[in-house]
């Protein structure tokens, strides 16, 4: 019995062998505590929210948060609203950071409270709407209260839609 060294490869066994190398090249990764977070990130102007009377208690005041207290001449502020889902806030914080020299003022909203404040508003809305209808006497309250049950809806929407997982 003669032991052959040398056996030729076919063309399938070479396409094969090939085609395993460069789909294990293309397999691997690092894991690693800086890896890449999916940017799961809403930037939204404040005004979005509604008036500062109810928008306030979740996205802070409608001026520069570094200002001391309120100005006494009313102006509009460019700020933004950051609602972030399963991110850390100091990372959200890093994308979107506050600077004083470029006006650059953001508030950081975690996801589920946005959607609880915006829940919470819209019931509070709801109520009102029915009451001023049975009383049938505020023409102008059941009004605003449809306007802002729109906007309020409009923004939960807004944020579910933009931040599904």
Known sequence: MKLRIYQPCSTRFVLM???LFLLSSCAQ???NNTAPIRDNTLVIDYQAFGPPQLSSSLVGENYWQWYKQAPHRVEQYDIKVVVFRNMPLDIVKKRYP???DKKLD?????YSK??????????????????SIAVEHDQEGILYDF???ENLYKLSLKIERGLRN
């Open 17 to 19: 062998l090939l085609s």
């Open 98 to 100: 506050v600077n004083v």
């Open 114 to 131: 946005a959607i609880a404040w915006s829940k919470k508003l819209i019931s509070q809305t709801q109520a009102s709407l029915e009451e």
């Open 147 to 149: 306007y802002r049950l």
């Open 106 to 110: 953001f508030r950081y909203v975690e």
């Open 29 to 31: 990764t690092k894991v």
